[in-house]
C-alpha cells in the first residue's frame, strides 16, 4: 500500500487516489519542527524511562536518521531547509502561549539560550539556514513563516518533527488554512506513541496534507539518496 491510498480515514475511505504532486524545488522547503534536546532526555524513573522508551527508540533509529538524510538531499539538490523550535523569549516564559502553560505534560519552561531548548546535534541548522522560535504549537501563527514563506516564493511545505499530535499537526492545519501544500513524511515524525502518530496521521492526511514516506518523496522529485 502507497501513499495514495495508505492512512484512509473515516471520511476518505473510498476517495479516489491523488495525482503526483507537483513539488518545484524553487517553490517548496522542508520544516524541521521541535527536535530538541529535550525530548530526547532520558527519564530518570523507570516506569517513565521505559513509558517512553518506544517513542525514544523510534526517534534514535527512524526519525533522526531520515531526516537528517532527507536534510542533506534537499541542501544538495539547492531546497531550504526551515527549522523551528519551542522556546520562551523571557526567562520566566510569560511569552509563552496558553497551551504552553497549562499544567500536565506539555508545561515547558525553555527559555531559549538553555541547552534543553537546543535543536539535537544530528539536525543541527546548518550555516545561514532560518531558524525561527516560537511560542506557540503551530510554526506559523507563532512566528514570521508565513511572510517568510511568501517573500520566498514558496506553495509547498515538506512537513518533519515532532510530534505529530500536537505541534505537526497545528502547524499542518494552519499552514493548509492558508493554502499552502502540506506533506508529511511519516517516517521523519513521532508521537508519544505509535497509535497517537498513525491516528493523527489518519486525521490530518488528504484533507490537510499528503502523507507519505521520504522514500516515496525522493522518488517524485527525483531526488537520490
Same mark, same amino acid.
Given at each position: 500500500?502507497?501513499?495514495?491510498?495508505?492512512?484512509r480515514s473515516f471520511y476518505y475511505r473510498d476517495a479516489p487516489a491523488?495525482?503526483?504532486?507537483?513539488?518545484?524545488?524553487?517553490?517548496? +522547503?522542508?520544516?524541521?519542527?521541535? +527536535? !530538541?534536546?529535550?525530548?530526547? =532526555?532520558?527519564?530518570?524513573?523507570?516506569?517513565?524511562?521505559?513509558? #517512553?522508551?518506544?517513542?525514544?527508540?523510534?526517534?534514535?533509529?527512524?526519525?533522526?536518521?531520515?531526516?537528517?538524510?532527507?536534510?542533506?538531499?534537499?541542501?544538495?539538490?539547492?531546497?531550504?531547509?526551515?527549522?523551528?523550535?519551542?522556546? *520562551?523569549?523571557?526567562?520566566?516564559?510569560?511569552?509563552?502561549?496558553?497551551? !504552553?502553560?497549562?499544567?500536565? #505534560?506539555?508545561?515547558?519552561?525553555?527559555?531559549?539560550? =538553555?541547552?534543553?531548548?537546543?535543536?539535537?546535534?544530528?539536525?543541527?541548522?546548518?550555516?545561514?539556514?532560518?531558524?525561527?522560535?516560537?511560542?506557540?504549537?503551530?510554526?506559523?501563527?507563532?512566528?514570521?513563516?508565513?511572510?517568510?514563506?511568501?517573500?520566498?516564493?514558496?506553495?509547498?511545505? +515538506?512537513?518533519?518533527?515532532?510530534?505529530?499530535?500536537? *505541534?505537526?499537526?497545528?502547524?499542518?492545519?494552519?499552514?493548509?488554512?492558508?493554502?499552502f501544500n502540506v506533506v508529511v513524511l511519516e517516517d521523519c515524525c513521532?508521537?508519544?506513541?505509535?497509535?497517537?502518530?498513525?491516528?493523527?496521521?489518519?486525521?490530518?492526511?488528504?484533507?490537510? *496534507?499528503?502523507?507519505?514516506?521520504?522514500?516515496?518523496?525522493?522518488?517524485?522529485?527525483?531526488?537520490? !539518496?
Amino acid at each position: 500500500m502507497g501513499w495514495r491510498t495508505a492512512y484512509r480515514s473515516f471520511y476518505y475511505r473510498d476517495a479516489p487516489a491523488p495525482a503526483d504532486l507537483s513539488l518545484p524545488t524553487n517553490e517548496t +522547503v522542508m520544516l524541521s519542527i521541535d +527536535v !530538541q534536546n529535550i525530548y530526547m =532526555e532520558i527519564p530518570e524513573d523507570p516506569e517513565e524511562k521505559a513509558r #517512553w522508551a518506544p517513542f525514544h527508540k523510534r526517534m534514535r533509529d527512524i526519525v533522526i536518521p531520515a531526516t537528517r538524510s532527507l536534510q542533506d538531499d534537499f541542501r544538495r539538490s539547492g531546497i531550504d531547509v526551515i527549522h523551528a523550535r519551542i522556546a *520562551c523569549q523571557l526567562e520566566d516564559g510569560r511569552d509563552r502561549s496558553l497551551s !504552553q502553560k497549562k499544567p500536565g #505534560w506539555n508545561y515547558l519552561l525553555l527559555p531559549k539560550d =538553555e541547552p534543553a531548548a537546543q535543536i539535537v546535534p544530528e539536525l543541527s541548522p546548518a550555516a545561514g539556514e532560518i531558524v525561527l522560535t516560537k511560542t506557540t504549537d503551530s510554526a506559523l501563527t507563532g512566528t514570521n513563516l508565513r511572510l517568510i514563506l511568501s517573500n520566498m516564493g514558496i506553495k509547498n511545505v +515538506v512537513m518533519t518533527g515532532i510530534f505529530t499530535d500536537q *505541534c505537526i499537526s497545528s502547524t499542518v492545519r494552519s499552514l493548509a488554512d492558508e493554502s499552502f501544500n502540506v506533506v508529511v513524511l511519516e517516517d521523519c515524525c513521532a508521537a508519544g506513541t505509535e497509535e497517537l502518530h498513525l491516528r493523527e496521521l489518519e486525521i490530518i492526511n488528504m484533507i490537510y *496534507c499528503h502523507v507519505m514516506s521520504s522514500r516515496e518523496l525522493r522518488g517524485m522529485m527525483g531526488l537520490a !539518496q
